[in-house]
């Protein structure tokens, strides 16, 4: 049963950078077939896809986040990574991390999230 | 880029049946698989339907997806409602550069 776990600051200054770590349990991040994705969900709002890794190190990414996004995978510590530069308040939001089946773009599991805010 | 667009809330007695849809703005929506998940109160997301119209194990029967392309949408029901299906819905699907995930809508269940 694959597990999926968010770990990272819970609060970041304007301007500065996001960064999470996803580690995945009980399956390796190097099966090929499966992307591994950051979403983000603001408080009260709805699921913002924020882009995925394949274990090769191919990202693809949200077009309205691309420009400062990065997503890097750590085969040998079964981890992904998440950067988001040039944070503001609109960037506040529970992060989850997922797995993607590729053949059917199907974001299952999910971790269990967690809440980043952008404050001073 | 297109858009999922689903009713903000839907409402229905235990027992009922009820339908969220699904609308893809552009494109059509038989071309790319259409998820749904289901997200209870401060818990992350899981999925009650894949692949348009497939249940993954452990998601009672009560659960159906389908896809209409005369309309351009996707469609989930739950029938037999129970107290414990109320949570927020979400669909999500994707194209050659992004995936997308629908509004939300939330069901009552009262």
């Known amino acids: 049963q694959v597990q999926l776990q968010e770990s990272g600051p819970g609060l970041v200054k304007p301007s500065q950078t996001l960064s999470l770590t996803c580690t995945v349990s009980g399956g390796s991040i190097s099966s090929g077939d499966y992307y591994w994705s950051w979403i983000r969900q603001p408080p009260g709002k709805g699921l913002e896809w924020i882009g995925y890794?394949?274990?090769?190190?191919?990202?693809y990414y949200n077009p309205s986040l691309k420009s400062r996004v990065t997503i890097s995978v750590d085969t040998s510590k079964n981890q992904f990574s998440l950067k988001l530069s040039s944070v503001t308040a609109a960037d506040t939001a529970v992060y989850y991390c997922?797995?993607?089946?590729?053949?059917?773009?199907?974001?299952?599991?999910w971790g269990q999230g967690t809440l980043v805010t952008v404050s001073s | 880029n297109f858009m999922l667009t689903q009713p903000h809330s839907v409402s229905e007695s235990p027992g009922k049946t009820v339908t969220i849809s699904c609308t893809r703005s552009?494109?059509?929506?038989?071309?790319?698989?259409v998820q749904w998940y289901q997200q209870r109160p401060g818990s992350s997301p899981t999925t009650v339907i894949y692949e348009d119209n497939q249940r993954p194990s452990g998601v009672p029967d009560r659960f159906s997806g389908s896809i209409d392309s005369s309309s351009n949408s996707a469609s989930l029901t739950i029938s037999g409602l129970k107290t414990e299906d109320e949570a927020d819905y979400y669909c999500?699907?994707?194209?050659?550069?992004?995936?997308?995930f629908g509004g939300g809508t939330k069901l009552t269940v009262l």
């Open positions: 999500q699907s994707y194209d050659s550069s992004n995936q997308v």
């Open positions: 997922a797995r993607v089946v590729a053949a059917a773009n199907w974001f299952d599991p």
């Open positions: 552009s494109g059509s929506i038989a071309s790319n698989y």
């Open positions: 890794i394949y274990y090769s190190g191919s990202t």
